[in-house]
C-alpha cells in the first residue's frame, strides 16, 4: 500500500520497473535500484537530470508509472563512495567554451545594426512597409533581449 511503480528505462531501450514510496528520496531511488553504483548512475526525468539526492519523489512529480531514464556513467567506479563526488555537474568541453545560444544574441544585434544601417545611408530602397517592419523586429528583439537577461 502507498507505493509507486516507475519504469526505468536505459539507452539500450530495456526497462525495469521498480516500486518505491512517494517519499522516497532520488539517493534511496538509487541505492534501492542501483546497490553499489550509486555514484555512475544518472536518472534524468521531464527532461531534468536529478542531482538532488535528498529530493522526494512526491516533490519531483513523479506518480505511478513514470518513466525515469537512466544513464550509466563510465567515469566512474564501483568502488567510488556515494559521497566522493564532488565534481561539477557541468562538463568541461575542450575548444570554444561558448555555445550556440551564447552568440545568438550578438548575431541578431549585429544584423539588426545593418538593417539600421542600410535603413539610414539608403533610405530610397526601404518603403513604408519594410521600415515598419524594422521597427517592430528591434522592438521585439529588444524586449526579448531584456526578458532574457533581465532576470
Not at 53 to 71: G, W
Not at 102 to 128: D, E, H, I, K
Not at 146 to 151: E, K, M, R
Request: with cysteine.
Amino acid at each position: 500500500p502507498g507505493l509507486i511503480k516507475i519504469r526505468l528505462k536505459f539507452l539500450n531501450d530495456t526497462e525495469e520497473v521498480a516500486m518505491a514510496r512517494p517519499e522516497d528520496t532520488v539517493g534511496v531511488l538509487k541505492s534501492k535500484c542501483f546497490p553499489g553504483q550509486e555514484s555512475q548512475m544518472k536518472l534524468i526525468y521531464r527532461g531534468q537530470l536529478l542531482q538532488d539526492q535528498a529530493r522526494t519523489l512526491r516533490s519531483l512529480r513523479i506518480t505511478d508509472n513514470c518513466v525515469i531514464h537512466c544513464h550509466r556513467s563510465q567515469g566512474a567506479t564501483t568502488a567510488t563512495p556515494a559521497l566522493s563526488d564532488p565534481v561539477p555537474a557541468v562538463p568541461t568541453a575542450p575548444g570554444l567554451p561558448l555555445g550556440g545560444g551564447t552568440l545568438m544574441v550578438p548575431t541578431v544585434m549585429v544584423v539588426l545594426a545593418l538593417g539600421w544601417y542600410f535603413r539610414v545611408n539608403y533610405r530610397q530602397l526601404f518603403a513604408a512597409p519594410a521600415t515598419v517592419s524594422l521597427i517592430g523586429v528591434t522592438i521585439l528583439v529588444t524586449f526579448l533581449a531584456f526578458g532574457v537577461y533581465g532576470q
